[in-house]
């Protein structure tokens, strides 16, 4: 077991002289969860982040959320503990090829899932993440012709329980993608109580066979409202199960595991790219910091805060 605990109190100093406050993403490490201010999932993490007083932000996480963040406060200092931290679902709607797609179906609006690049969101109307996307979509009027990117997955999902048939950008998230439709049927037969609580990232045959469906802060909320002692096949993430056993300890919860591995449970290396070690050497060298154009970040910014209005 590796001692944290002096990394731990030099982060604990630093986060007090740089008067910085650190929020963190579910998906990441259980140790940088117990240290963050504040954890949420991405829609959370940006109403948070609009509303704090500190000059400095440590958004434990990956890039578009940082992005997120520096848009809504650009007077701010937003850190990402390591740059690296993509995903590869906003890497699967590049800016100009999406910029394309759009001039090619005019008249629609563009919704974009805030897994994007800031570039992205500039081209876009409004922005919905897991936890909302399903309200802002139904409250635009029924006859309205939207374009939805770049989740294909989440997509086919809102078009499922709104009745839409919103024109979706093919992109998916590699994680959800790789989730095992035939060791989740195998895992509900060892365990026929368990709920199964998905992401509307995953494929439709592994969202046809939930109970629950949505963000990881709605999947945590099905949690913990469910009775003592319920138990749980969780596709997603597996940072999630942190919070989860953490805030319902007499319950259980089971990770589905992938299909191309001999693995329990499925990562998103990106978020793991968050550590402790990084975290204090970005709170010391305030670097590396994120920076959008400003340009685009004005052009970005609107689309966001429609979404944080409707919400
Ligand atoms: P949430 O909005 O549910 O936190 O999801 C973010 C994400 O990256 C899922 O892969
Ligand atoms: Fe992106 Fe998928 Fe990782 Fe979420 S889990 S941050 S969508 S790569």
């Known amino acids: ?57 440590v958004l434990c996480g990956v890039n578009f959320m940082a992005e997120t963040a520096k848009i809504l406060c650009p007077d701010k200092t937003v850190l990402l503990p390591d740059l690296e931290a993509g995903c590869s679902l906003a890497d699967s709607c590049p800016a100009d090829e999406f910029e394309a797609f759009v001039k090619a179906h005019p008249g629609h609006t563009v919704i974009s899932y805030v897994n994007t690049s800031a570039r992205v969101k500039a081209l876009s109307d409004l922005l919905v993440t897991s936890g909302n996307a399903r309200k802002i979509v139904d409250s635009l009027p029924a006859d309205e012709k939207i374009i939805f990117g770049p989740d294909r997955n989440l997509g086919n999902y809102i078009n499922s329980v709104t009745g839409r048939d919103m024109v979706l950008w093919n992109g998916a998230c590699h994680v959800h993608e790789k989730f095992s439709v035939e060791k989740l049927v195998e895992l509900k037969k060892q365990h026929p109580e368990a709920k199964v609580l998905a992401h509307p990232e995953c494929k439709k045959a592994l969202l046809l066979l939930a109970d629950s469906v949505g963000s990881t802060a709605a999947l945590l909320k099905a949690a913990t409202e469910a009775p003592a002692g319920s138990e749980f096949i969780v596709v997603t993430e597996s940072g999630i199960l942190h919070e989860m056993r953490r805030l319902c300890p007499d319950k259980t919860f089971i990770p589905a595991p992938p299909d191309d591995s001999t693995c329990a449970c499925n990562d998103c290396a990106f978020m793991k790219l968050n550590t402790l070690d990084k975290l204090a050497a970005c709170l010391e060298n305030m670097a590396p910091a994120v920076e959008v154009d400003p340009e685009t970040a004005l052009c970005a910014r609107k689309p966001i805060e429609r979404m944080l209005a409707l919400s």
Not at 23 to 30: D, E, F, N, S
Not at 42 to 49: D, G
């Open 1 to 57: 077991m590796v001692d944290n605990r002096e990394t731990i109190e030099k982060i604990k100093r630093l986060k007090s002289e740089r008067d910085a406050v650190i929020l963190a993403h579910y998906y990441t490490r259980p140790e940088i969860q117990e240290l963050a201010d504040y954890i949420g999932d991405s829609l959370a993490l940006a109403q948070i982040a609009s509303t704090l007083r500190e000059p400095v932000i």
